[in-house]
């Protein structure tokens, strides 16, 4: 082979393994970004239901002990 041919395959060759790269990368990052959301999301949805509960027993204190 030609060194010249030699270079065209290798420079195909890293451009594509830089491609395959980026995307995986994109897609670990939209992965990672996705569990941060579900994970967010059940922790506020627990956080208003706590909120709520603490709401209620308030509001019911202090109807319990208004004159």
Same mark, same amino acid.
């Given at each position: ?8 395959? !290798? +420079? ?36 208003q239901? !706590? !909120? ?5 027993l308030?509001? !019911?204190?202090?109807? +319990?002990?208004?004159?």
């Amino acid at each position: 082979m030609k060194i010249q041919t030699l270079i065209d395959v !290798q +420079t195909v060759e890293w451009t594509d393994l830089i491609g395959r790269q980026m995307t995986e990368q994109y897609s670990l990052s939209r992965q990672h970004l996705q569990n941060q959301l579900q994970l967010l999301s059940t922790l506020t949805q627990g956080i208003q239901q !706590q !909120q709520l509960a603490d709401l209620q027993l308030k509001h !019911q204190r202090y109807i +319990t002990n208004a004159p």
